[in-house]
């Protein structure tokens, strides 16, 4: 305000300095052009310059404002577009959300037009045709969904694998991420996702190799690595036992991991295939071996079941458990069957009384009554055999 003032001040100043010397010397200013002459007091001049200057300044402004209003209108109406556009995208997105698959469908191709990120409408409108059942269509979507966006390759890819997975095309969705591999080798999402899909598809080679990379980048806990593990094994155990020999199963169980030597069942279905391979001998090594690092009733009964070449040694062995454990019914009942095997009447019997003792079972009772009966105990046999019949 303070400079305004300063401003008029110096221009009426200067007009009352000019105003004085041209009521002394007002001069005049011609103006000549071929035979047309005018003449003219200097101060009209001046005044007729700055009025021909103000009108064209006048003119120039209007023009400038007749062109910046056709460009405020087309911006004005792509902004009002992108406002329906964003409109539609949000309005498809909460059906999405509420399940409302043709409506959220409807909307959200509506809003690709003039949208700033088409690739999220396409993307979307890919899981709702994954949610119709229609993977022709899904895949149309995520093929405009490429062709919309640059350098989307690996985001679009992730999205088809994963509703590829989702509807079940395994083989699909392996042949997409083994892709995008190649693209990111060290993707975490694309690494977990074919985790999922070679366990499902059960493709055990491929992801014994993965999981070393799993646990280098922390995408897998011990516990899950065990578990995988685990599920490698029970299915390898069965194949190898089908095309090979008892070297081959020998030669599996010694490269897996301490997570599957030390998993129960693994153990007894590893047992159980070397005994039908005829090595009894591997057989009893491995339950031996197990029984050593921890105990488990189920091993121990193995045990008594397994025949090794020497069964007074594996007797030897099973005896020399009951100081640890002298009231294990189970291991009283894998000495006794060893006993009996070892054609030992006398030891069998007392350690099949006292496992019934310690708990009774059926399988304890019934080989009592056997031996009985094969001992001439006619009524003690049929008394262990009833009280067999009533347990489960």
């Known amino acids: 305000m303070f400079k305004l003032l300063i401003i008029v001040l110096l ?10 010397r041209t009521e002394y010397d007002p001069g005049y200013l011609l103006v000549a052009y071929q035979d047309w002459t005018a003449e003219m007091p200097l101060w009209a001049a001046a005044i007729g310059v700055l009025l021909v200057f103000l009108v064209l300044q006048l003119l120039f402004s209007v023009l400038r404002y007749v062109f910046s209003s056709k460009r405020r209108v087309k911006e004005w109406n792509k902004h009002r577009l992108q406002n329906r556009a964003h409109c539609y995208t949000t309005r498809g997105m909460l059906e999405l959300a509420e399940g409302h698959w043709d409506k959220a469908e409807e909307n959200l191709i509506k809003g690709v037009e003039r949208s700033d990120t088409p690739i ?3 993307l979307m409108a890919a899981q709702v045709a994954q949610e119709q059942g ?10 405009l969904a490429h062709e919309a966006t640059e ?14 997975f989702r509807y079940g095309q395994l083989e699909e969705a392996l042949a997409t991420l083994r892709h995008l591999q190649t693209l990111a080798p060290k993707h975490q999402h694309v690494l977990k996702l074919l985790q999922k899909v070679y366990v499902r598809l059960q493709e055990w080679e491929p992801l014994q190799a993965l999981l070393p990379v799993l646990r280098k ?10 578990s995988i593990e685990k599920q490698m094994m029970a299915a390898k155990l069965p194949e190898t036992a089908k095309t090979g020999d008892s070297e081959a199963l020998i030669d599996l169980w010694a490269k897996s991991s301490t997570a599957v030597q030390e998993d129960v069942p693994l153990i007894k279905t590893y047992v159980k295939l070397l005994c039908k391979k005829e090595a009894g001998v591997a057989a009893e090594h491995v339950l031996r071996f197990s029984l050593k690092r921890f105990w488990h009733d189920d091993l121990v009964a193995a045990y008594g ?6 069964i007074q040694h594996q007797l030897k062995h099973a005896e020399s458990w009951q100081k640890a454990h002298p009231n294990s019914a189970a291991l009283h009942f894998c000495i006794a069957r060893l006993a009996l095997r ?19 079972t059926r399988a304890s009772y019934a080989a009592l009554g056997q031996l009985l009966e094969q001992l001439g105990e006619g009524v003690a046999a049929n008394e262990a055999y009833q009280q067999a019949a009533t347990l489960k």
């Open 134 to 143: 229609s993977p022709d269509r899904r895949d149309d979507y995520l093929r």
């Open 342 to 360: 070892n054609q030992l009447w006398g030891k069998a019997r007392t350690h099949l009384e006292t496992a019934i003792d310690i708990e009774p």
């Open 305 to 310: 079941e397994v025949e090794s070449a020497d």
């Open 151 to 164: 350098n989307s390759e690996l985001a679009i890819g992730l999205t088809q694998a994963q509703l590829q």
């Open 120 to 122: 999220l409408n396409y």
């Open 11 to 20: 221009l009426l100043g200067l007009g009352v300095w000019i105003g004085l």
């Open 217 to 226: 980048q922390h995408l897998i806990s011990n516990e899950e690595a065990a």
